[in-house]
């Protein structure tokens, strides 16, 4: 009987899921703290009016000038939807929540049309806001380019 539950076990639970939730969490705990020290660097600490360092717009700007240069524009689109996704999952998981009030919550096969349609009224206002926060955090790297003359102009 014990034999039988211990043999059963992995069609129950898969270990490889696991490992690479865990390889998939270490590597956005990595990509969070990139981000965090990018924004102190070029963002928040400035020195009569510079960025003390370039940080990331310095690492875009050296691939793109290699001969691997196409690493460098899907290096930018991987940042912009790794921060797309974790704001997305914060919508989904927060939401429009006020105390303990969930408004507009997303479950699955319980969302009604309205919560949809709030939520993607949400994900329309906050997508203009992240694709202006990027351009501002790589306006080293995107100098030059019509996104650059649409939000920093």
Known sequence: MKLDQIAAYCDK??????????????????????????????TALRVDGKNIRPFLNRMLEVTYDSPAGFMSTILIVLM???????????????????????????????????????????????????????TQMFRGYLRGTEVAKIFLV
Do not use: D
């Open 80 to 134: 912009g939807y790794y921060l797309m996704a974790a704001t997305f999952k914060g919508n989904v998981k927060i939401g429009l929540r006020f105390f303990f009030v969930s408004f507009y919550p997303l479950a699955e096969k319980e969302t009604f049309v309205n919560s949809f349609m709030a939520n993607c009224l949400i994900m329309n206002i906050w997508m203009v806001a992240l694709i202006q926060f990027l």
């Open 13 to 42: 639970v898969e270990p490889c899921k696991y490992n690479c939730l865990l390889v998939l969490g270490c590597l956005t705990v990595a990509l969070s703290v990139i981000f965090i020290t990018h924004i102190f660097m070029f």
